[in-house]
């Protein structure tokens, strides 16, 4: 099936469509852009060169893919968003490309949602099924792996990682390491428990749950250091897969983890 392109849009010759794409009114497809099959361009859409959509994404009135980082590091060195299938990008999202301090590469996952007016910065990756909703502000170098959700309003401190299955309640302030598997709410993103709902969504068991909440009891609850309660936690709770990534997350961290 071939592709609809409405006459008031401006596709550079040099971009890359794939089948059954549509661009919609004014919007701008520049060079070096690779977009999938069955792509839903909207109106006043800016994808910049650099820019590779997967298929079947969506990508709303105003928003912007692929523009210059807003980093004063930024030489003009060539980078990139990669944008994996079936994401939807909403009205006035904003998504910077990569630099030479992070690899040259902005991702964002597959069948992922960021809401109106989400902003991802310069070289940050996000994983698959990530929802960021109405607002979320995200600096440079932040990672979010599969699964998370972030409520409205959210900011993001550069070079924070947020653990997969966790979500952020909205108006957060997030600036150290979130770990997976949890809810934090709040300004300070303080720890309120498993994110047991979500879990529970996802296929998670009533035992998989139950062995998290005691890997965070420890951690959270207790009055013990973290060195401390790492070492109860390997001495006292039978190792699973959920466990170890949780450990192997902590290990990991570099901003440190928020309170509880």
Not at 66 to 95: A, M, W
Not at 144 to 160: A, K, M, N, R
Request: hydrophobic share 35%; net charge neutral; charged share 20%.
């Amino acid at each position: 099936m071939g592709n609809r392109i409405h006459p008031t849009a401006i596709v550079d010759p040099a971009a890359r469509l794939g089948d059954d794409v549509e661009v919609g009114p004014y919007s701008i497809i520049e060079a070096d852009v690779h977009i999938g099959d069955r792509c839903r361009i909207a109106s006043q859409v800016l994808i910049a060169g650099g820019a590779r959509l997967g298929s079947e994404c969506q990508v709303f009135k105003g928003a912007v893919v692929g523009n210059l980082p807003q980093d004063l590091k930024y030489e003009g060195e060539d980078s990139e968003v990669v944008v994996g299938d079936r994401t939807v990008l909403r009205e006035y999202c904003t998504i910077s490309r990569g630099t030479g301090h992070g690899g040259l590469k902005t991702r964002v996952g597959s069948d992922c949602m960021l809401m109106a007016y989400a902003h991802v910065a310069h070289d940050c990756i996000l994983g698959d099924h990530v929802i960021l909703a109405n607002g979320v502000q995200m600096a440079g170098h932040v990672e979010i792996e599969d699964y998370v959700s972030v409520s409205g309003l959210t900011v993001i401190h550069q070079f924070v990682r947020i653990g997969r299955y966790a979500y952020i309640g909205g108006l957060s302030r997030i600036s150290h390491d979130v770990p997976p598997y949890i809810l934090t709410l709040g300004e300070s993103a303080a720890y309120r428990g498993p994110n047991a709902v979500g879990l529970r969504r996802w296929g998670f068991t009533s035992k998989q749950v139950s062995t998290i909440k005691r890997v965070y009891r420890y951690i959270y609850r207790s009055n013990l250091n973290l060195t401390q309660a790492l070492e109860a936690i390997n001495s006292e709770i039978e190792p699973t897969e959920e466990m170890r990534i949780i450990l192997e997350f902590i290990e990991r961290s570099k901003r440190g983890l928020g309170r509880g």
